[in-house]
């Protein structure tokens, strides 16, 4: 196994971080080819997407052709926004791209595949984005990398989650601990968002974008994004938990965010339209 794993360690430097991207000298655990087999070992990779800056992974909606465009789930602050992220309201539909990703297959092979457009993305609610890819599902199951499924209904209190991450080769378990009505980080207001329990998730910069699967099956019931890390109080990488009443609180975590909320866009082939009745996705 270990004449194939391929470790891509990529530190990048920003006028400020936030959101789980890479930092330099970012801690965490040594990342040993030893410590990366053992994941390979614990966690499923397949279908999960290496990124320059964060992670992601091929996903489907239920009913997806084999013969459509594959799907990249990742976050809206990885899609690498000329000049920083994404503005609180800003949304980005069917806009053209090309960029490069790599995506690990069921004998935990790195294949190149190239997104061709942003379907959608924002900061504003949620901070998710999918990407079209060139590719087909077909096109990636010749590869051996069958897509993880996109579950269409809300997840449960208690839920067992793996979060994978292919930036950093490496996996975390723990369970959802609770839900959070807005979660405030800099500039930015996220939505009943995913709050992890306090042992097991500890994600670390270049998490972003990974998938949240419920442990034991190949179905993602969120996407991984943010954590507060140094006790401060809804600012960047230091988010807090507000409620209904508007009261804060800071508590020492790692969220993600809801995806279920795609299947209320989507058209009878699987495309996202932000006028189809019931979307509310933000526009």
Same mark, same amino acid.
């Given at each position: 196994?270990?004449?194939?794993?391929?470790? /891509?360690?990529?530190?990048?430097?920003?006028?400020?971080?936030?959101?789980?991207?890479?930092?330099?000298?970012?801690?965490?655990?040594?990342?040993?080819?030893?410590?990366?087999?053992?994941?390979?070992?614990?966690?499923?990779?397949?279908?999960?997407?290496?990124?320059?800056?964060? /992670?992601?992974?091929?996903?489907?909606?239920?009913?997806?052709?084999?013969? +459509?465009?594959?799907?990249?789930?990742?976050?809206?602050?990885?899609?690498?926004?000329?000049?920083?992220?994404?503005?609180?309201?800003?949304?980005? +539909?069917?806009?053209?791209? +090309?960029?490069?990703?790599?995506?690990?297959?069921?004998?935990?092979?790195?294949?190149?595949?190239?997104?061709? /457009?942003?379907?959608?993305?924002?900061?504003?609610?949620?901070?998710?984005?999918?990407?079209?890819?060139?590719?087909?599902?077909?096109?990636?199951?010749?590869?051996?990398?069958?897509?993880?499924?996109?579950?269409? +209904?809300?997840?449960?209190?208690?839920?067992?989650?793996?979060?994978?991450?292919?930036?950093?080769?490496?996996?975390?378990?723990?369970?959802?601990?609770?839900?959070?009505?807005?979660?405030?980080?800099?500039?930015?207001?996220?939505?009943?968002?995913?709050?992890?329990?306090?042992?097991?998730?500890?994600?670390?910069?270049?998490? /972003?974008?990974?998938?949240?699967?419920?442990?034991?099956?190949?179905?993602?019931?969120?996407?991984?994004?943010?954590?507060?890390?140094?006790?401060?109080?809804?600012?960047?990488?230091?988010?807090?938990?507000?409620?209904?009443?508007?009261?804060?609180?800071?508590?020492?975590?790692?969220?993600?965010?809801?995806?279920?909320?795609?299947?209320?866009?989507?058209?009878?082939?699987?495309?996202?339209?932000?006028?189809?009745?019931?979307?509310?996705?933000?526009?």
């Amino acid at each position: 196994m270990k004449n194939f794993l391929f470790l /891509s360690i990529i530190f990048m430097s920003f006028n400020s971080f936030a959101f789980e991207i890479p930092k330099p000298f970012a801690k965490s655990i040594p990342l040993t080819s030893d410590y990366v087999e053992s994941n390979y070992l614990q966690y499923d990779f397949e279908a999960i997407v290496k990124l320059s800056n964060c /992670s992601g992974a091929v996903i489907r909606f239920s009913g997806q052709p084999d013969t +459509s465009k594959a799907y990249v789930l990742t976050n809206g602050h990885c899609i690498q926004k000329p000049g920083g992220y994404l503005s609180p309201g800003e949304v980005w +539909s069917n806009k053209t791209v +090309s960029r490069s990703m790599r995506v690990f297959d069921a004998k935990m092979k790195l294949h190149y595949v190239t997104a061709t /457009s942003i379907v959608y993305a924002t900061m504003t609610n949620t901070d998710s984005a999918i990407y079209e890819l060139k590719e087909t599902y077909r096109d990636l199951m010749d590869l051996g990398i069958d897509a993880y499924l996109l579950i269409e +209904s809300r997840p449960l209190l208690n839920t067992n989650i793996d979060i994978v991450s292919g930036y950093w080769d490496r996996g975390y378990r723990c369970h959802i601990d609770g839900f959070v009505h807005e979660l405030l980080e800099g500039d930015w207001t996220f939505t009943d968002s995913i709050r992890y329990s306090d042992f097991g998730c500890e994600t670390i910069g270049g998490t /972003s974008g990974s998938p949240i699967i419920e442990t034991g099956t190949r179905n993602v019931i969120g996407i991984n994004n943010t954590g507060n890390k140094d006790g401060g109080r809804c600012t960047l990488n230091n988010p807090c938990e507000s409620d209904i009443d508007g009261n804060i609180t800071v508590m020492l975590r790692s969220y993600g965010q809801q995806t279920f909320h795609f299947y209320n866009c989507l058209t009878p082939d699987f495309k996202i339209d932000l006028t189809v009745s019931g979307c509310n996705l933000p526009k």
